[in-house]
């Protein structure tokens, strides 16, 4: 059985900084690549929902990734996280 909880939780802000900063996580944006040009974090993999299963492989099996999206009420990290866990990858956004 799926966790719920524990697909829709969050990683802080700070938390993911020190994250990225120990060089533990893989960052994506989820977002549309218009929306990642105008704007995203430093270090993002631009990896659009709709191209989610198409680019797995680019993303590493031995660290958590962390999908983030246009804010706390955006579905498309909740989707992401959801199909990367069902995949087997240690996701959070």
Do not use: W
Not at 44 to 53: F, G, H, I, T
Request: charged share 30%; with cysteine.
């Amino acid at each position: 059985m799926v966790d719920l909880f524990q697909i829709f939780k969050a990683v802080s802000r700070k938390e993911l900084l020190r994250r990225m900063r120990d060089g533990l996580v893989t960052v994506i944006d989820t977002r549309p690549a218009e929306e990642f040009a105008a704007g995203h974090l430093p270090g993002a993999l631009n990896l659009p929902l709709r191209e989610l299963k198409r680019r797995l492989r680019e993303l590493p099996r031995d660290q958590a990734i962390v999908a983030y999206c246009r804010g706390a009420y955006c579905v498309l990290s909740y989707e992401a996280v959801a199909e990367l866990r069902k995949r087997g990858f240690k996701a959070f956004r």
